[in-house]
């Protein structure tokens, strides 16, 4: 399969639209922020659970998408101070979203690097924090109300370890993936998948993630169905490989495979995805922040990616406009391709671009169910676009 690009759907929904020259969650359509620290843990109140929240200040939106940036240091070190997580999460609220560097439980460095158990505990809990983070937003989304979040655009990601704990996080989602060992370790560390970090009784959704020099510790882990991923890489990475490697190049770290190694696993599930691959950069370049060339590259790839799965606002009342998704089946399709929505105007414009954007085929609903014949088109990854905005693009697989 094609490796499948969503940076061609941005393409695709800006072509149906008149773009501002400021397009929210895209460009930074905000100058100042308000940053304020925040304990997000019911259950522990050390530094660990605490996290930096990020505002566009000014900001009338009721709903807005959430997005955290997760701090590298090799889970023994790191805190989200660090000035990636600064530059990352004033960028991205800048451009409308509420950002979030969050801390997350750490080893001890002597014990991490000693001991595989120690490190496969540590990833677990840190799995715990992040979620019980997310649940903290989605508890303030049916309470007070204060960060006013869209509980349907929660994403998540971050660099090196951070990335690790996003990747795990999102897609890890059962028990059942894990094998008896990383079961047992479970059971001695946090309990269950959801976590011992409190704010129990909610849900920790994502809806997609991106990875700077991050890795699986199984590429199993990657299922169909699985949320979106952004990742980007340096081939010449030597401390979390761009394949598979010990992480920090030490024998005695578990094993990790990047990005190189995901690609296929993900053509396989059909999950969507997008990459940066670099042929060099090392491992630090996400690092050096706003110095950096790649890592500003990465922030303007990873809001394009993250743009057609976001609600769009409306500018006169503040409201948030939630992007829908018509019903198209089957999919992967072979003979006929079905969109159904009632809602949808009979008089919208649909669009299949194939893999390098040119359309392959185009027409006007007539029926509020639509049959469209692809019998004759190349086998392949499609995109389906409709003209009225407020329908999002779909990916199509024909076989």
Known sequence: MKKCKLLLIVGILLSTEVRSQNTRFIDSVFTTIDKTTVGYSSVFTDNYHKMDVYIPKGDVLSKRPLIFYIHGGAFYAGDKSSQDCVDFCTQFAKKGYVAVSVNYRLANAFLFLSDKKVQLSTVLRSIADIKAALRF???????????????TAFFIGGYSAGAVAALHTA????????????????KNSIKTLYGDAGNNGYSNPIKAIFSMAGALYQTNYISPGDVPVWMGHAKDDATVSYNCAPGLNNPLVVNLCGTGKLIPELDTAKVLYDTM????????WPGLG?????FKQAVAE????????????????????ETQIPKVYPNPANHSLFIENKNMSS?????????IGQPALKGILTETREALDISKLPRGLYFLSFSNSNYRSIQIVLD
């Open 137 to 151: 937003f989605v508890k303030d989304a049916t309470s007070t109300n204060q960060y006013r979040i869209d509980t």
């Open 171 to 186: 897609w890890v989602t059962t028990e059942s993936e894990l094998d008896q060992n990383l079961k047992d370790i479970l």
């Open 277 to 284: 691959v670099m042929q060099t950069g090392g491992h630090d």
């Open 290 to 294: 706003n110095k950096g060339v790649y």
């Open 302 to 321: 990873i809001a394009n990616f993250f743009y057609p799965m976001i609600g769009k606002p409306n500018a006169s009342n503040g409201s948030f406009v």
């Open 347 to 355: 008089s919208s414009e649909y669009t299949l671009f194939n893999i």
